[in-house]
């Protein structure tokens, strides 16, 4: 179970890189993953401070802090070749 939290903290940290703010049941689907993986996921970039959780309209919407998202577009930069 572990292993699937920590690569689903990988594929909601890309899925927050390239979309940017999203809602939490929204993210859930989007990575067709379990509603408790997702959370438990969110949790472990939650520890590690690298997302921030909005409120609006009693809706929960979470997005990369700037520095992950300056380290996924750098990570997305050096991928794509065009160093």
Same mark, same amino acid.
């Given at each position: ?17 390239? !979309?940017?703010? $999203?809602? %939490? @049941?929204?993210?859930?689907?989007? #990575? ?24 609006? !309209?009693?809706? $929960?919407? %979470? @997005?990369?802090?700037?520095?992950? #998202? ?14």
């Amino acid at each position: 179970m572990k292993e699937k939290v920590i690569e689903t903290a990988g594929k909601a940290w890309r899925f927050l890189g390239q !979309n940017g703010q $999203t809602n %939490v @049941s929204k993210l859930a689907k989007s #990575l067709k993953e379990k509603d408790e993986v997702v959370l438990q996921a969110l949790g472990w970039l939650a520890r590690e401070d690298k997302i921030d959780y909005t409120v609006k !309209n009693r809706r $929960t919407f %979470v @997005s990369l802090v700037e520095r992950e #998202l300056r380290a996924f577009n750098t990570a997305i930069y050096n991928i794509n070749g065009k160093i």
